[in-house]
């Protein structure tokens, strides 16, 4: 069993930044494929980014490609989300999941642990 809690959430202006993390409990999540998502109000849940169990490989969702960055700290069961360059478009409730796979999977179907969420709101 794994447990999941995302922090770091909050409001910010469009063109800030923020940094969420997310601190694992229970079993190791050394060996699992770790990602975001996010869900705003009325919209299905979405894919952000994914990381690789080593780090070594990453995926992104086009819309924020080239201003979110994830990575993870294995030593620290933490994974954290760098976002750059925030847009009002990026408002939404992040969620944290972890995933047994080997693929970096867009879908969130394939993730069998996932934390409670944490809000981002970007004002314009």
């Known amino acids: 069993q794994v447990q999941l809690v995302e922090s770091g959430g909050g409001l910010m202006q469009a063109g800030g930044s923020l940094r969420l993390s997310c601190a694992a409990s229970?079993?190791?999540?050394?060996?699992?494929?770790m990602g975001w998502f996010r869900q705003a109000p009325g919209k299905e849940r979405e894919f952000v980014a994914a990381i690789s169990w080593s780090g070594g490989t990453t995926r992104y969702a086009d819309s924020v490609k080239g201003r979110f960055t994830i990575s993870r700290d294995n030593a620290k069961k933490t994974v954290y989300l760098q976002m750059n360059s925030l847009k009002p478009e990026d408002t939404a409730v992040y969620y944290c999941?972890?995933?047994?796979?080997?693929?970096?999977?867009?879908?969130?179907?394939?993730?069998?642990?996932w934390g409670q969420g944490t809000q981002v709101t970007v004002s314009s």
């Open positions: 229970g079993r190791t999540i050394s060996s699992y494929v």
């Open positions: 999941a972890a995933d047994s796979g080997i693929q970096l999977d867009t879908t969130p179907r394939m993730y069998r642990y």
